[in-house]
Nanobody, 122 residues
Framework: QVQLVESGGGLVQAGGSLRLSCAASGSGFRVNAMGWYRQAPGKSREVVAAITSGGSTNYAASVMGRFTISRDNAKNTVYLQMNSLKPGDTAVYYC????????????????WGQGTQVTVSS
C-alpha cells in the first residue's frame, strides 16, 4: 500500500525557518511529480510548490524566493525548505504525489500526505 508520510512542521517565529519532508513508502510504484499544498483556516487548499521527476520546479508567487522545493529520487522523498517565514504562511501543509502504479496494467494515481501544521508567530 502506498503512503506519503510527512514530518517537520512546528511553531516558529516570524523570520525563522522550517524544513518539511515527505517520503513515499510501499512498493510497486514510480513517483512522478511531487508537490506541497497548504490550507489555512477558512481558506481553500492552495499549491505552494511543485517539482517534476526531472527536477523542474514551480512556486506560488507568495513564496517565491523564500521557499525551495527539492527531491531525492532514490529515497522517494520531497522536501520543502521554508525561510523568512511570515504569519501568513501559517497553515496545514500537505504533500502530494502523482505516481504510476506498476501493476499488470500500469495506471497513474494521486496521493496525499496526512498534513503537518506550520504555525508562524509574529
Amino acid at each position: 500500500q502506498v503512503q506519503l508520510v510527512e514530518s517537520g512542521g512546528g511553531l516558529v517565529q516570524a523570520g525563522g525557518s522550517l524544513r518539511l519532508s515527505c517520503a513515499a513508502s510501499g512498493s510497486g510504484f514510480r513517483v512522478n511529480a511531487m508537490g506541497w499544498y497548504r490550507q489555512a483556516p477558512g481558506k481553500s487548499r492552495e499549491v505552494v510548490a511543485a517539482i517534476t521527476s526531472g527536477g523542474s520546479t514551480n512556486y506560488a508567487a507568495s513564496v517565491m524566493g523564500r521557499f525551495t522545493i527539492s527531491r531525492d529520487n532514490a529515497k522517494n522523498t520531497v522536501y520543502l525548505q521554508m525561510n523568512s517565514l511570515k504569519p501568513g504562511d501559517t497553515a496545514v501543509y500537505y504533500c502530494n504525489a502523482n505516481m504510476t502504479i506498476l501493476s499488470v496494467r500500469p495506471y497513474q494515481s494521486t496521493y496525499w500526505g496526512q498534513g503537518t501544521q506550520v504555525t508562524v508567530s509574529s
